[in-house]
C-alpha cells in the first residue's frame, strides 16, 4: 500500500488557494497517470532501504530541481506522512492539483505575504508527527541558495533536519531559473538520506543555512 503524503487541516491555512479550476483536471490527470509510468521505469539506488522515522518527524530539505522524485520518494523511503509547502501563487495552485493525484497534499505558503500562514500550518503538521518537506530556494531561487524558513521551522518544532540528496545519471535540464531536472526514463537515480545534528537555537539562521547548503550541493 502506498503511504500517501498529506497535511492536515487547520484553521490557518482556510484562507489559502487549494485548487485550480475543475477543468484544468482534464489534462491534469494524464500528466500524473503518465508521470507515475516515468518513475516506475528509473532505477532508484538508496543509502537506507528506508528512514527510520520512529522517533519523530523530520524537516526534510531537497533542491527545487529534484522535485520530480519528491512522491517516488515519499512513498517508498517513509513511515511518516509528509506535509508537503508549495507556493501560493497561480503556478503553486496547478501543482496542487498536480500532487493531490500523485498521493500528496499540500500546505499552501511562499516567501512574502502568506510565508507566516504556511509556517504556523507547517509547524502544526509537524507537531502532529508529519515531516515536513521544503525546498529551501523555492518558489522562485536564487537556485541553490537556502533560504532561512527552513531553519526557522526547524527551531520552532526542536526537530532535526533531515536532507535529501538526489543525484541523476542521465538527465533532461530546463531552461527554468532552477535548471529543473527530468530523469531519463529507465536511467539510473541515487538517493541518499544525511540527518543534521539537532538545531541549535544559539546559531544563527545564516549559519544553519550555509550548512544545509553545503550538504545539498554535495549530494545533487
Keep these: 500500500m502506498i503511504n500517501r503524503i498529506v497535511a492536515p487541516d487547520s484553521p490557518e491555512t482556510h ?16 500528466c500524473a497517470l503518465f508521470l507515475r509510468l516515468w518513475l516506475a521505469t528509473l532505477r532508484v539506488r538508496c543509502s537506507v532501504p528506508k528512514v527510520d522515522d520512529r ?20 512513498n517508498r523511503f517513509f513511515g511518516r506522512p509528509i506535509a ?29 505575504r502568506r510565508g507566516t500562514e504556511a509556517l504556523i500550518a507547517l509547524t502544526k503538521a509537524v507537531r502532529q508527527g508529519h515531516h515536513a518537506g521544503i525546498t529551501p530556494d523555492g518558489p522562485k531561487g536564487p537556485r541553490r541558495v537556502c533560504k532561512l524558513g527552513l531553519v ?10 533531515l536532507i535529501l ?54 549530494l545533487s
Excluded: C
Design 55 to 74: 522517533e519523530g518527524p523530520y524537516i526534510i530539505a531537497l533542491w527545487h530541481d529534484r522535485l520530480f522524485l519528491a512522491s517516488l520518494v515519499g
Design 152 to 161: 526557522s521551522l526547524a527551531k520552532l518544532t526542536a526537530r532535526p533536519i
Design 165 to 218: 540528496g538526489i543525484r541523476f545519471h542521465r538527465a533532461i535540464y530546463l531552461k527554468s531559473w532552477d535548471r529543473f531536472g527530468l530523469p531519463l526514463p529507465f536511467s539510473k537515480v541515487e538517493v541518499t538520506f544525511v540527518p543534521l545534528p539537532p538545531v541549535d537555537r544559539r546559531q544563527s539562521d545564516e549559519t544553519i543555512a550555509r550548512e544545509v547548503e553545503q550538504k545539498l550541493n554535495e
Design 84 to 112: 508537503a509547502l508549495i507556493s501560493a501563487s497561480r503556478d503553486g495552485g496547478w501543482l496542487v492539483a498536480f500532487f493531490k493525484l500523485m498521493g500528496i497534499h499540500a500546505v499552501r505558503g511562499s516567501s512574502s
Design 15 to 30: 484562507d489559502i488557494p487549494q485548487v485550480v479550476p475543475w477543468y484544468h483536471w482534464i489534462w491534469v490527470f494524464p
